[in-house]
């Protein structure tokens, strides 16, 4: 039991953590869209962070799973393992740098910046620190330190806000290059306060060792590798695809626009972090096909009232961006969809992950892939960015049918299709009127916004009478209260 305990204690603190940092991290959208002079300038800051995300999984190589893998193996030793891919990460994040230093203006060229080769030393690099101190960052997790760890991640954030307001608000630098600069020092930073508690100390560095983590880790780098460019892709290959000159400022207005878009991740997984966990303490089989089916279930029933508030309050969202950008807010209502099927496939991943087959997760980010390229290849010269936000939602839909089909032969899982599609025809149909409304008779801010206000209210009656019966909770609550 208190293992237990101590499990949620610290899932509760990694999750909170991430939680925050995330929202922290969101409040620099309408910092930029409304600080960068141009919409340009906000493209450039979305392609390379998207080129970031990229490498960091490439230098990293699956040997921050191979380490924990090894580290809690009994026939290896702990510190050994911990100083052998320290030194590995480090040698090769080492080497990335300084040929990104080295090579920066080629590299500038090829991404088409030749102008600002800058920005690409200064981003590769930051990468190569991020990369090396995913080791420490693991070993911290691995000791059971989660209130270090979270201290540490929380850093950066409030680090990166506070040289962002520095340099853009208050010394009035408006220039993407200072956008980079404050990453780079919060980077640097975090990691300089990070390594005193986390410098290897016993055992000695292992080629056998390294040998054996690579061999596991690698392959782990191809489903890493595919899983984010499903994410990443559309806004890595934007600049090479769209064939006019204004090519980065529409990629600005697809990035900032697509952030906004980004409430739905955040408060879905928060939900995750707290839901979750009640669910499956409902089962005393913790590996209760039940309690998968109800976080399903539930998950889909919240994440469906979250795309309802934001797309009838989207008039107030719009604000998070400057007026620049609303011309790309059309797009919203698709990526909260494509949100909604990638936390459904996320959880239908509980089927390989039970069952040992963790390769129908690599062939699944493979298809998605091959999905996400051929139809931005195809379609993003003839409709810019409406290709890139719709290929990603093809592509999460179609592997998220694939892993329900595939998943249900392997191992079976009673999800409530009953009611699963109760509520998306109730979603669809309070989309369609509001539409309905919004296109033919109303156009009014705020009366729209009462009308929404008012499907939520539908959204809300049926599924406090339904699934969550409020004099149930009540008498919850009254029978907790008379147990103190």
Request: aromatic content about 18%; glycine content about 6%; charged content about 15%.
């Amino acid at each position: 039991m208190s293992e237990m305990k101590s499990l949620a204690k610290d899932t509760a603190i990694y999750g909170l953590s991430s939680i925050i940092g995330k929202f922290l991290n969101y409040l620099l959208v309408p910092l930029y869209t409304y600080a960068l002079a141009r919409t340009a300038d906000y493209g450039i800051v979305t392609n390379i962070y998207a080129w970031t995300a990229l490498l960091l999984v490439l230098l990293t190589y699956g040997l921050e799973t191979g380490f924990f893998r090894f580290a809690n193996r009994e026939d290896y030793y702990a510190p050994s393992v911990y100083k052998t891919a320290y030194w590995t990460i480090f040698t090769t994040s080492a080497l990335f740098a300084l040929l990104v230093i080295l090579f920066q203006h080629p590299i500038a060229n090829v991404l088409g910046y030749p102008d600002h080769s800058e920005f690409v030393a200064m981003m590769f690099a930051t990468v190569a620190i991020d990369a090396f101190a995913s080791i420490p960052f693991a070993y911290l997790r691995n000791q059971k330190r989660p209130i270090l760890f979270a201290a540490l991640k929380l850093l950066f954030v409030l680090l990166n806000i506070a040289f962002n307001l520095l340099f853009l608000v208050v010394l009035g630098k408006n220039d993407v290059f200072y956008v980079f600069l404050s990453n780079v020092l919060a980077t640097t930073i975090q990691t300089l306060c990070l390594l005193p508690f986390c410098l290897p100390k016993g055992g000695h560095f292992s080629w056998p060792t390294l040998r054996e983590m690579l061999r596991y880790s690698l392959p782990l780098l191809v489903l890493g590798v595919a899983g984010i460019m499903n994410q990443t892709l559309d806004r890595i290959l934007f600049p090479y695809l769209y064939p006019y000159e204004d090519a980065q400022a529409q990629l600005g207005i697809y990035g900032a626009c697509f952030k906004v878009a980004m409430v739905m991740m955040m408060f879905t997984q928060a939900f995750r972090y707290a839901y979750e966990p009640f669910v499956f303490s409902k089962h005393k089989d913790r590996n209760s096909t039940e309690a998968y089916a109800d976080a399903m279930k539930y998950y889909i029933i919240f994440s469906y009232l979250i795309l309802l508030g934001v797309i009838f309050y989207l008039d107030i969202f719009r604000y998070i961006v400057s007026s620049a950008y609303w011309e790309g807010l059309k797009i919203v209502p698709i990526v909260l969809w494509t949100y909604v099927f990638q936390g459904i496939y996320f959880n239908l991943s509980f089927w390989y992950k039970l069952t040992d087959e963790t390769k129908w997760g690599a062939y699944f980010s493979l298809i998605g892939l091959v999905i996400t390229l051929v139809l931005q290849v195809i379609g993003v010269p003839l409709i810019g960015y409406w290709a890139s936000c719709g290929s990603s939602l093809v592509c999460y839909f179609v592997i998220m049918l694939l892993s329900y089909f595939i998943g249900q032969k392997k191992a079976p899982i009673p999800y409530d299709l009953k009611r699963i599609g109760a509520y998306t025809a109730l979603t669809l149909g309070l989309l369609a009127v509001y539409y309905a409304i919004r296109l033919y008779y109303i156009h009014n801010m705020w009366l729209l916004m009462v009308i929404g206000t008012g499907l939520i209210g539908i959204y809300l009656f049926v599924l406090t009478r339904k699934d969550f019966p409020l004099q149930n909770v009540l008498r919850n609550r009254r029978n907790n209260g008379s147990g103190r």
